[in-house]
């Protein structure tokens, strides 16, 4: 927790063939980073359509539904993805922690 919003991070497999199936759209001012690590990903922002691959990365906001599709039959899609909250994009603040002073 940052500020009263969220930072959240995530590694996602999509087996080949697969969809992620829908989601809908997220609260106002959730944003997601998203970069594909291997394999490809189709990505769909409400009507709009994109090709994603290996070392391409993306940014969107969150308030459409979207979907992830692999339309490879071989090769699984593995994407690192970061979605933040209202609260962390509207005080663009942090605090830095050396953690080598524990």
């Known amino acids: ?42 990505l769909h922002l409400a009507d709009a359509v994109y090709e994603l691959r290996a070392g ?4 969107y906001r969150a308030r459409v539904s979207h979907r992830f599709d692999n339309r490879s039959s071989r090769e699984p899609a593995i994407s690192i993805s970061s979605s933040t909250t209202p609260a962390v994009i509207e005080r663009r ?7 080598r002073a524990a």
């Open 1 to 42: 927790m940052l500020n009263g919003g969220t930072v959240d991070f995530c590694v996602n497999v999509l087996p080949p063939g697969e969809s992620s199936g829908t989601f809908p759209a997220h609260r106002a001012g959730v944003e997601v980073t998203l970069a594909v690590a291997s394999g490809s990903l189709r």
């Open 56 to 59: 391409d990365s993306v940014f």
């Open 93 to 99: 603040s942090f605090q830095i922690v050396d953690m």
